[in-house]
C-alpha cells in the first residue's frame, strides 16, 4: 500500500510504563491495517524496542529530553511530513504540539492522555512546572487535531482542570486486549501460590508510586474479609 499515508507515535523511549506498551500496541495495530508507521522516540531505548514489528521504522531523535528533542522533531516533520502525528504524557504531548507550530507541516496533531491530569500536575517534581505545564496545557491543547482520554473519568478530570469543553476530548480507550495477550492467557500457571490446595490470592501489577494507590485496594480488600 505505497500511497497509505505514514502515521508517526512519539514518546520519550520504550522504558517500561503503560504507556509505552500501548503505543507499541497502538504500532502493531496501525502496521496490521497496512499503514506505514514511525516510532519517533527522544531516545531510542528501551526493552519495548525488541516488541515493535520490523515494519514500523524506529526514528532516534538523540536527544536528552524530550524538549530538547523539539528542534530534532521539527526536521523530522519536514522531511518525513507524516499524515498524523500521535503522541502520550504531557510534556510529550506539548513538544508536539509546538514543534507542529513551529515546522510549518500540515500534520494532525492527535494528543493522548493516560492518567488524571489534575493528579499528575500535583506530582511534578519542580513546582515551575506545576505552574508553567497548566499554562501550556490550556494554551496549546485546544490547538490539537484531537484530544484523546483513555476513560470518561480521565476526560472528565481533563475538562476541569485544563478548562478544555468536554465535547473536544474524544474517549478511546486503551488496546490492550491483543492476540499476544490472548495466547498469554492460554499459557500454564506455574506459580506456586496458585496450587490447589494454597489459599486465594490477589494479583495486582503496577508501580509502586503513590499515583497507582496501592494502598486503596489492599484496604478494600481487608473489608471484603
Known sequence: MPDSPRVALFIPSLYGGGVRRVMVNLARGLVQEGLPVDMVLTRAEGPYLSQLPP?????DLKSRRVGLAVPALIRYL????PKALLSAMEHT?????IAKSLSGVPVRVVVSVHAMYSREVELFPHRQNRALIPFLVRRLYP????????????????????????????????????SHLREQLQEPLN???????EPPVILSAGRLTEEKDFLSLIQAFHLLR
Open 93 to 97: 504531548n506539548l513538544a508536539a504540539l
Open 55 to 59: 515494519r514500523v521504522r524506529v526514528v
Open 143 to 178: 490547538h490539537a487535531s484531537t484530544v484523546v482520554a483513555v476513560s470518561e473519568s480521565v476526560a472528565a478530570d481533563l475538562a476541569a482542570a485544563a478548562g478544555l469543553p468536554r465535547e473536544k476530548i474524544k474517549v478511546i480507550y486503551n488496546p490492550v486486549v491483543t
Open 78 to 81: 519536514r522531511r518525513t511530513r
Open 191 to 197: 506459580h506456586p501460590w496458585f496450587g490447589p490446595e
